[in-house]
């Protein structure tokens, strides 16, 4: 498997999984900040961007393995690891199924899978409402029903996708990875864990991520107040820092 990858800054590693739909570009806002103080690898999952996009469906699992390859091809023994929506399915996965390459680990607007809470139906009411409109006011509607906020943001990221289009197929795939992601070993993550999300996230239920941190033993939940699916777009420099006081 090719797998696309970057790196900036030095210090202690920090591995970043991006989640549906999104390529690596999109973790702008904190690589920045982060590389200031760590070694910062982030990438394209399969499916995306400049990665293979082999046909799928996909599983959390795969993604994690290609994560793991990500830190093997960048010498990397062990790292922080932060994944965002689908990401965190599979850092969840990366830190179960190698709990000694994971430091620490931050899980950003996620979920366990299986009993929690459902899509929020303004997502499933667009998901429905999408294949009768235009390409181009699907795009602005899913874009901005990722985020609390309006504006030039909206316009931004609605720029940025459009320039970097997902591959149809490789995102079917990357959707099946989490619609059926369950997570029955939440209790066995051992890694100390920081669950972030936006207080107003209509993709994935910010409940998940109190479930999240109550399940995993050594955990802490952070809510972003005002603040949608893409919270470290619309809050990057409280999100930067609120990552740096986790890492150390």
């Known amino acids: 498997m090719r797998i696309a990858s970057e790196e900036r800054g030095s210090g202690f590693p920090v591995l970043l999984i991006m989640g549906l739909g999104y390529g690596r570009w999109a973790w702008e806002p904190l690589v920045g900040p982060l590389a200031e103080r760590y070694r910062v690898i982030w990438f394209d999952n399969r499916g995306i961007g400049d990665s293979d996009k082999p046909s799928g ?53 996620t979920t366990p899978g299986g009993q929690t809470f459902p899509i929020p139906e303004a997502t499933l009411s667009l998901i429905a409402e999408a ?85 995993i033993p050594n955990a802490r939940l952070q809510v972003f107040p005002g603040a949608g699916h893409l919270f470290f777009w619309e809050q990057p420099a409280a999100v930067a820092a609120a990552l740096e006081e986790f890492f150390g």
């Open 57 to 109: 469906p996909y599983t959390a699992a795969q993604m994690a393995a290609d994560a793991l390859q990500v830190l093997d091809e960048h010498g990397v023994d062990r790292a922080h690891v932060a994944g965002t929506s689908l990401g965190g399915m599979v850092a969840q996965e990366l830190a179960l199924e190698q709990p000694e390459r994971v430091a620490k680990l931050a899980l950003l607007c």
């Open 131 to 215: 294949p009768t409109l235009a390409p181009d006011v699907a795009l602005r509607r899913f874009v901005e029903n990722a985020l609390a906020t309006r504006g030039e943001l909206v316009d931004d990221l609605v720029a940025r996708r459009t320039a970097n289009p997902p591959d149809p197929a490789g995102w079917q795939g990357q959707a099946a990875a989490g619609t059926t992601y369950v997570n029955p070993r939440v209790e066995q993550i051992a890694q100390e864990t920081l669950v972030l999300t936006g207080d107003r996230d209509t993709v994935i239920d910010p409940r998940n991520s109190e479930l999240l941190a109550e399940r």
